[in-house]
């Protein structure tokens, strides 16, 4: 009997080919397991307390960009991920360590402890300011109330997310002019025409397009989520987005 067709995808924007021959395997565990990824975390294992959460990406109708979908990676069977794209916490930070402000504000704000769910809450908190620009605290409270934190009482939580809020009004994120601004970028904001893509429906096709796709605005840089909340746009580098 052949064996099953391999598992393909793009984790962190390189591409990788994993067997198909264990079905019911997480996410969560090939992250952990096989790729030492271990900022991602298992916290209830029933998708419910955020801790987990990833994005996977899909090529978009129009072949221009990449739509990210934040997941539990807890209860996201592995074979799921065929022909998409997995952005992790890890790639949070830029590549010389420079923090994100979402990081950089948590940190400032005293909002982790323990730390076990930390690594949900900067996902949760770069989905957020980049839906909800003009949030107050009221609808950050809302927002980030599917990431569970036993320790905090979310006030540094909340307080680091507004931060980062009036930081991007201050630095006018329409024309982004400054590093946060940068780094943190509009939803869509690359879209430009990618004239040697075609969109195709086959698994090998659309795996071999998103590389040259993201490609197109540098290294992937972070991700963002929380709950099962729609990013559209493609993550980018720390200096393009």
């Given amino acids: 009997m052949p064996s099953p067709t391999p598992i393909r995808f793009l984790f962190r924007g390189q591409p990788v080919e994993v067997p198909a021959d264990t079905p019911t395997r997480t996410v969560l565990q090939w992250l952990r397991e096989d790729r030492q990824a271990c900022g991602t975390k298992e916290g209830c294992a029933e998708g419910d307390c955020g801790a987990c959460v990833v994005l996977v990406g899909e090529l978009a109708d129009d072949g221009q960009r990449v739509n990210y979908i934040p997941v539990n990676s807890c209860i ?16 949070l930070q830029a590549a010389d360590g ?65 931060r980062v809020l009036r930081e991007r009004k201050q630095a006018n994120t329409a024309t982004p002019t400054t590093p946060h601004a940068l780094v943190l970028g509009p939803v869509g904001a690359h879209t430009a025409p990618m004239s040697t893509h075609t969109a195709s429906s086959s698994k090998e096709s659309t ?8 490609s197109a605005s540098g290294s992937p840089s972070m991700i963002a989520g929380g709950g099962l909340r729609r990013t559209d746009g493609p993550l980018t580098s720390p200096d393009q987005s």
């Fill in 76 to 91: 996201q069977l592995l074979p799921t991920l065929d022909g998409k794209s997995v952005k992790t916490v890890e790639s």
């Fill in 98 to 162: 420079t923090l994100h402000p979402v990081q950089d504000e948590m940190v400032r704000c005293h909002g982790s402890q323990c730390g076990f769910c930390t690594p949900g809450m900067l996902i949760a908190a770069r989905d957020l300011v980049l839906r909800h620009p003009d949030a107050d605290e009221a609808i950050v409270r809302l927002e980030m109330s599917g990431n569970l934190c036993r320790c905090t009482g979310y006030m540094g939580i909340v307080n680091a997310v507004l």
């Fill in 207 to 214: 795996v071999g397009s998103l590389p040259t796709l993201e």
